[in-house]
């Protein structure tokens, strides 16, 4: 990994906080991206003072405009991008009769669109450099598992590992990897209001092998397995990291 450049979307904290923490160890130059000024900064400084390089750029990878900008500072600054982890997520919960119809268009405009536009956008740019990896952070709600309550992010999880397919199957003659990881209950912000439900944590334990939840650090050994030389034959696969999760 060393000097590669890497992108990581919405990694001021969480998964792909710890992502690109692994990646500023290993010797690339970290683009921590978010929608949160405070953590996107705070994570490149957590990475250069363990000695790595980063920058941190804030954008909505929802926005197209906004996306574009970021790449563009990247071109300027870098002069290309060799991974992109499409990491940013949000996960409203309700059920399907009362969910509002913002809380849907967010989830699938963030999880699922925000995906497709930094791969469009990064897509070109690899093209023409000759290469690239791209891999893309979905959920075990994306595959047969699911997730009650969470219609939004179900669909945009499981859009996302079909979006995974067929964008590998299109940047293959470009020489551009893409694949996608699957955690399953990790701790993070995003879970730590499920965390505090005594009955949801019980269950969850009884349907984990590993009798564990996930720690983001759990999460990061395939990303680089993924994205490094060792992976050159896998493209359009998902891989769910979850500790051997069950789902009754
Ligand atoms: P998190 O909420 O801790 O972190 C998500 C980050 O994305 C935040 O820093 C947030 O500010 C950023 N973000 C949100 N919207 C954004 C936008 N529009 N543009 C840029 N950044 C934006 O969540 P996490 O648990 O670290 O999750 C990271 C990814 O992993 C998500 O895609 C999530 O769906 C997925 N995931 C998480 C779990 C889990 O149990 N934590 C399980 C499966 C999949």
Same mark, same amino acid.
């Given at each position: 990994m060393k000097d590669k450049i890497v992108l990581i979307t919405g990694s001021g &904290?969480?998964?792909?906080?710890?992502?690109?923490? &692994?990646?500023?160890?290993?010797g690339a130059k970290v683009i921590v991206n978010d929608i949160n000024p405070d953590t996107a900064e705070?994570?490149?400084?957590? +990475?250069?003072?363990?000695?790595?390089?980063? +920058?941190?750029?804030?954008?909505? $990878?929802?926005?197209?405009?906004? #996306?574009?900008? @970021?790449? =563009? *500072?990247? +071109? *300027?600054?870098?002069?290309?991008?060799?991974?992109l982890i499409n990491n940013a997520g949000v996960e409203p919960t309700g059920s399907i009769l009362t969910m509002d119809e913002w809380a849907w268009d967010r989830t699938l405009n963030v999880n699922l669109k925000g995906a497709f536009l930094c791969s469009q956008t990064v897509g070109r740019a690899m093209k023409e450099q000759g290469g690239g990896v791209i891999v893309n952070i979905s959920s075990i709600a994306g595959r047969a598992a699911g997730l009650r309550d969470r219609a939004a992010y179900v669909a945009s999880k499981t859009g996302?590992?079909?979006?995974? &397919?067929?964008?590998?199957?299109?940047f293959?003659? =470009?020489?551009?990897?893409?694949?996608? #990881?699957?955690?399953? $209950?990790? +701790?993070?912000? @995003?879970?730590?209001?499920?965390?505090?439900?005594?009955?949801?944590?019980?269950?969850?334990?009884?349907?984990?092998?590993?009798? &564990?939840?996930?720690?983001?650090?759990?999460?990061?050994?395939?990303?680089?397995?993924?994205? %490094?030389?060792? %992976?050159?034959?896998?493209?359009?696969?998902?891989?769910n990291v979850d500790g051997g999760k069950v789902m009754s």
């Open positions: &904290r969480g998964i792909g906080k710890a992502i690109a923490l &692994r990646f500023g160890q290993l705070a994570a490149s400084t957590e +990475i250069k003072k363990a000695g790595g390089e980063a +920058i941190n750029i804030v954008a909505d $990878v929802s926005n197209k405009l906004a #996306v574009q900008t @970021m790449h =563009y *500072e990247i +071109i *300027e600054k870098f002069g290309r991008v060799d991974v996302l590992v079909g979006f995974t &397919r067929e964008c590998a199957r299109e293959a003659a =470009y020489n551009i990897r893409v694949n996608a #990881v699957c955690p399953g $209950v990790i +701790i993070t912000e @995003m879970t730590s209001h499920l965390r505090q439900n005594e009955t949801q944590m019980k269950k969850w334990m009884e349907d984990i092998p590993q009798a &564990r939840l996930g720690e983001p650090d759990d999460v990061t050994g395939l990303v680089i397995f993924l994205c %490094s030389d060792e %992976s050159k034959y896998i493209t359009g696969q998902a891989f």
